[in-house]
């Protein structure tokens, strides 16, 4: 079955669900709207991205779309993932490890950056380095080749790093076979989380 309501997210939740639920709870105390993208419950403030929930096999936690920015006096926040700039992640791994408080001053931070438009976008004369992997890849299949040249910059730019910065051959060939289902689809590296 196909979830696609925040409501639905919740109700079929195995692991983490009380710890879900109650930073449900204080998100919704926020002001802020509650939508579903990209199968998570995520946070809106006059329709920008501001926080959404995970949950993980060993933690659950909010993904703060522009985390960096964060003043993070309390030092939670952890980079949410290899090659985002602005996307942070609090965790927990119990009910007793969310502090409400802090929670709702770190959204107001947030919210009160979006307003002000303060954010981290991508360096866009950053230049295109394909490493010779993916080149080899893209000179082998002229279609994925017209589908990755459709990409926009950034994205063509996520995956070539995403290839030249793993370090041994085995992953090196892992993310190729990602990078390749990815680019067929015209879906970038890093579009779930945005």
């Not at 995520?42 to 985390?67: A, E, M, P, R």
């Not at 950053?126 to 299949?141: G, R």
């Not at 994205?155 to 992953?171: G, L, S, V």
Request: contains cysteine.
């Amino acid at each position: 079955m196909a979830i696609n309501t925040p409501d639905e997210f919740f109700a079929h939740l195995s692991q983490w669900k009380d710890e879900l639920l109650t930073l449900r709870k204080i998100l919704l105390k926020t002001g802020l709207e509650e939508t579903f993208k990209w199968g998570k419950p995520t946070y809106t403030s006059n329709g920008k991205n501001i926080v959404g929930i995970s949950d993980f096999k060993s933690y659950c936690g909010l993904w703060f779309f522009q985390g960096a920015l964060l003043a993070d006096n309390a030092k939670v926040l952890i980079n949410a993932q290899e090659g985002t700039k602005a996307m942070r992640s609090m965790r927990f791994a119990s009910v007793k490890e969310i502090d409400e408080k802090l929670i709702k001053d770190y959204v107001a931070e947030a919210v009160a950056n979006e307003a002000k438009g303060i954010k981290i976008t991508a360096d866009k004369n950053k230049p295109l380095i394909i490493p010779k992997e993916l080149q080899d890849l893209l000179d082998t299949n002229p279609a994925l080749k017209e589908k990755f040249e459709k990409l926009s910059k950034t994205n063509q730019r996520d995956f070539a790093e995403h290839i030249a910065t793993a370090k041994q051959e085995k992953t090196k060939q892992a993310r190729l076979e990602k990078v390749a289902t990815l680019i067929a689809q015209g879906i970038g590296l890093h579009d779930k989380y945005k």
